[in-house]
């Protein structure tokens, strides 16, 4: 069992930044992935970045490409979401998730709400 802690999120302007921290701990000697997702209200659930965890690969869909980005602490096993210019399109609730041995995102974070005003 991997557990998966997030902070960060918050309120900010458009243009703004804001940075989400995801923590993994208990299982994590065959992680592999790690993966943010966000869900603004009445949508669902979107894919926004991922990285690999034993290589230097980076993933992000073409909505938060350029804005975001994604980077890792092995020893902390940390995983960070920068974020950029920052807008209101961008309010949800972002979820952290780790991929293990199944390369499934088997384990979520509890998420956390960003909310960008106009």
């Known amino acids: 069992q991997v557990h998966v802690a997030q902070s960060g999120g918050g309120w900010v302007q458009a243009g703004g930044s804001l940075r989400l921290s995801c923590t993994a701990s208990g299982d994590t000697f065959d992680m592999f992935q790690v993966g943010w997702f966000r869900q603004g209200e009445m949508k669902e659930r979107e894919y926004v970045a991922a990285i690999r965890w034993d290589a230097g690969n980076t993933y992000y869909a073409d909505s938060v490409k350029g804005r975001f980005t994604i980077s890792k602490d092995i020893p902390a096993k940390t995983v960070y979401l920068q974020m950029d210019r920052l807008e209101p399109e961008d309010t949800g609730v972002y979820y952290c998730?780790?991929?293990?041995?199944?390369?499934?995102?088997?384990?979520w974070g509890q998420g956390t709400q960003v909310t960008v005003s106009s």
């Open positions: 998730t780790v991929a293990g041995a199944r390369y499934e995102y088997d384990y």
